[in-house]
């Protein structure tokens, strides 16, 4: 994949948020006694920690076997062994040195413990992701709702749910969890938006890492033929993110931390996702398209599209158009099993290829 590992350092992005959010919060109150302030450096040799500053960021790490104190210029609090500590004034950058203010370093202390004899650290093995485990398959329509039609006859729906069970079937057989949001000739809801609401519901309730809608299409004009795989559009952003923000917590494995963040914070933080999210969905489309390419049915290409099922799921997301019932060619295909069964196949390799690169990705940057 493409630069994957710019944007999914996700502990650097976080950073990144937090330093944005509070930078942009009034500040906490006046400076403690005399405006004191004590350097991260002399808690770092106080306490026999190795201090790593990265300016970038505005991240200080102080590391040695197992402590770590994580600190943020700007940030009103610290991280101490994966446990938040709030502080009576930010985190600041002073005559080039990042200080603590001096009323809150009991608390650090008390909470790193005695002092302990230098520690050699040694290499880390690298840290990635969490890998990519639980996938949610959408076969589109259902119930009352068949989707389009053939000139045989063969709806939509149908087509679509054996598709999707041959997939379920193929990556299950890979290791990977697939929940279906139906396994049967139903709807969630007899009403439209709110069937595509709790579909996309289910992606969050399951705790899934990839979201993909399988559709067939069709058009008046039964000449058209072919795929086409839809990833979302980046305009509906502001909106994810703010129902994100209210309805769903931010993934911990994200922070690399166990604590949880400030709901203050948390629409920066899924701003910083979605960054992620986007990228994600797009790459994903493109290993699909790159899998339904050698099946042989026409290549209409990668879209963006505002379909709600792509707007309202909190992970990489995409939608696939098999191709089209209304055009005879598209119709014998998508009536065979064996064809159905090629497609399944398909879909289940560009999946698998996601998921490689996925998992392999240096989350933390580190």
């Known amino acids: 994949m493409q630069r994957m590992k710019l944007r999914r350092v996700a502990c650097a992005i976080v950073t990144l948020a937090l330093a944005r959010a509070v930078s942009a919060a009034p500040a906490p109150g006046p400076e403690g006694p005399a405006g004191e302030a004590v350097p991260l450096r002399v808690l ?6 190795q201090y790593v500053e990265e300016p970038l960021s505005g991240r200080v790490l102080l590391l040695g076997g197992a402590q770590r104190v994580v600190a943020v210029n700007g940030m009103s609090g610290v991280l101490v062994n994966d446990r938040y500590l709030p502080l009576p004034e930010r985190v600041r950058l002073l ?13 650090i202390e008390a909470a790193l413990g005695a002092s302990r004899p230098p520690t050699v650290r040694p290499p880390e093995a690298p840290r990635t992701r969490v ?7 959408d076969p589109g329509h259902g119930g009352g709702d068949p989707g389009t039609h053939g000139s045989s006859g063969i709806q939509e ?41 709790l579909r996309s519901e289910l992606a969050h309730t399951s705790g899934a890492e990839l979201f993909l809608s399988i559709h067939s299409n069709s058009n008046p004009q039964s000449s058209l033929r072919g795929f ?15 129902d994100a923000a209210k ?19 948390a629409p920066v933080l899924w701003d910083a996702l979605y960054d992620e999210y986007y990228r994600e969905s797009r790459e994903l489309a493109e290993a699909v398209r790159r899998g339904l390419a050698r099946t ?15 707007r309202w799921t909190h992970c990489p997301s995409i939608l696939v158009e098999m191709d089209y019932v209304t055009n005879p060619a598209g119709q014998a295909t998508l009536s065979n099993p064996d064809r159905r069964q090629a497609i399944a196949r398909a879909l289940a390799d560009g999946i698998l290829a996601f998921k490689r690169d996925f998992d392999a990705a240096d989350r933390f940057n580190r």
């Open 131 to 137: 890998p990519l485990r639980r996938i949610v398959l």
């Open 247 to 265: 309805t769903t917590p931010v993934p911990l494995e994200v922070l690399g931390v166990e604590a949880r963040p400030s709901p203050s914070v």
């Open 157 to 197: 729906k149908t087509i679509n749910l054996d598709v999707a069970r041959r997939l379920r079937e193929l990556l299950v057989e890979e290791g990977l969890t697939v929940v279906m949001t139906r396994d049967g000739d139903r709807a969630l809801s007899t009403q439209h938006k709110e069937n595509l609401r």
């Open 228 to 242: 086409e795989v839809y990833y979302g559009r980046d305009e509906y952003r502001a909106e994810r993110v703010a």
């Open 44 to 49: 770092a040799a106080r306490h026999h920690l």
């Open 296 to 310: 042989g049915i026409p290549d209409r290409g990668l879209h963006a599209a505002g379909f709600y099922v792509l």
């Open 95 to 107: 005559d080039g040195e990042y200080r603590l203010p001096a009323a809150g370093l009991g608390a």
